[in-house]
């Protein structure tokens, strides 16, 4: 690996966490370079909810190589794009009834998030924002003023204006509204809250430690912006296209938002792809006012749209996640009930899952480099870490999802019978 120490910047993560190369990967394994196969429960960071290398996807793919497809072309109209936009409409946005016009942005998320904070600007010709704390949105300077962790506002350089943090669903404990709070500022004229052009939200924060906001929370929040003429943007950039059971993550709740921001398993495969929908009447863009040279993905679209074919034309796959995800919650719920030394809470939704260890944030740290040395590949998440996060591919086999959860179930049987880690944490063993 010296290459990669010798000339790849410090800025570099996940490498840091999961030494090795990796050469081949197939649904949730991956392989390294020396044959050591890997169980995935990080699956891109949420960018492969069908699983590495897609056989069905991968044949769509190489038939469009095969035949010299458009690769590149701008914001131009092309056949990959027109189908694309065909199948969402038919199987995503028809079903739900939604009046969305669809923005190409950028390939990354972040930009989707630029995207969607500098139109609610420009049509309500306000420029504050409201976010919530521990929120993620991306670390692009618009978006990183909408993201509440130090460790990435501290990179901004600049200062980060027009963004007002909000207490998110039970930061401020069970029995407090935040919305209350929220609305309250709205209402006071000396509260020194600038009236937002927009509120942006995750229904499930996931680098901020997969906290859930209840349907009831989700409502009254559109409630609250349709009042106070504040559009609603879900960012649904990492717990969207599947992860919660349902295509969108808040159509458990009966919302509708104003702007949806769309990334990571979008396109299916891993290819870069990100879109902003929203309602008809906000599109009040000029021709080019927001572009890039990479929003036409047309490889991206071929997948994608094999995606929504493959997977979105019936329930079953809402059905297998929302299995799947009662497995996972009452495994871990298991860990932690077992786990007597600690205080641990089970977080989630869907199948995006957390192990709670605020008493010991070091310690899911720990848990995941134990993983990695026994073949599972696990992430952490939360302002210290303190968030031990699975986002195993939705379809995985159950058995390797078994498979998984019980090397998480050893890793802290081992890890907390370790006496130098016991005397580092300063834990209680009975």
Request: glycine letters at 10%.
């Amino acid at each position: 690996m010296n290459i990669f120490n010798r000339l790849e910047s410090n800025v570099r993560g996940y490498c840091r966490s999961f030494p090795t190369t990796f050469t081949k990967a197939q649904n949730a394994t991956l392989t390294d370079e020396a044959g050591n196969e890997y169980i995935d429960f990080l699956a891109g960071a949420g960018t492969l909810n069908y699983g590495h290398n897609n056989p069905i996807f991968k044949a769509k793919l190489l038939e469009f190589l095969e035949r010299d497809g458009l690769l590149h072309g701008l914001d131009m109209h092309t056949d990959a794009k027109q189908h694309f936009l065909e199948v969402f409409e038919k199987h995503i946005l028809s079903p739900l009834e939604f009046d969305y016009k669809v923005q190409f942005t950028g390939p990354t998320g972040t930009n989707a998030v630029e995207a969607a904070l500098k139109l609610a600007r420009k049509v309500t010709g306000r420029t504050n924002v409201v976010s919530f704390t521990n929120g993620f949105h991306g670390v692009s300077l618009g978006s990183v003023a909408a993201t509440g962790n130090s460790h990435f506002r501290d990179a901004a350089g600049t200062p980060l204006n027009n963004v007002t943090f909000m207490p998110y669903y039970g930061y401020l404990g069970d029995n407090i509204d935040t919305l209350e709070y929220f609305e309250a500022l709205l209402k006071d004229n000396s509260s020194g809250l600038d009236l937002p052009a927009a509120v942006i939200v995750e229904t499930v924060q996931g680098e901020g430690g997969v906290n859930v906001a209840s349907a009831e929370w989700l409502q009254q929040l559109e409630t609250l912006c349709q009042e106070h003429g504040m559009l609603l943007i879900i960012d649904d950039i990492q717990v969207g296209c599947g992860r919660t059971g349902s295509f969108f993550s808040f159509e458990e709740a009966g919302i509708v938002p104003d702007i949806v921001t769309l990334s990571k398993s979008l396109s299916g495969y891993g290819l870069p792809m990100s879109l902003v929908l929203m309602r008809s009447e906000l599109d009040q863009w000029e021709p080019g006012e927001h572009n890039g040279t990479f929003r036409g993905n047309n490889l991206a679209f071929v997948s994608a749209a094999a995606a929504i074919e493959t997977y979105w034309s019936d329930y079953r796959l809402t059905r297998e996640v929302k299995r799947k995800g009662t497995l996972i919650e009452s495994r871990l719920q298991a860990i932690a009930d077992t786990t007597t030394e600690l205080d641990m809470e089970v977080r989630g939704r869907g199948m995006m899952w957390g192990l709670a260890c605020s008493e010991y944030p070091q310690l899911p740290d720990m848990i995941s480099a134990e993983a990695f040395k026994r073949g599972l590949i696990i992430e952490t998440s939360g302002t210290d870490s303190h968030v031990l996060k699975i986002l195993a591919p939705l379809t995985i086999e159950d058995d390797q999802l078994l498979e998984g959860l019980e090397i998480v179930a050893d890793c802290f049987k081992t890890v907390l019978n370790d006496e130098k880690v016991i005397k580092e944490l300063g834990l209680i063993t009975n």
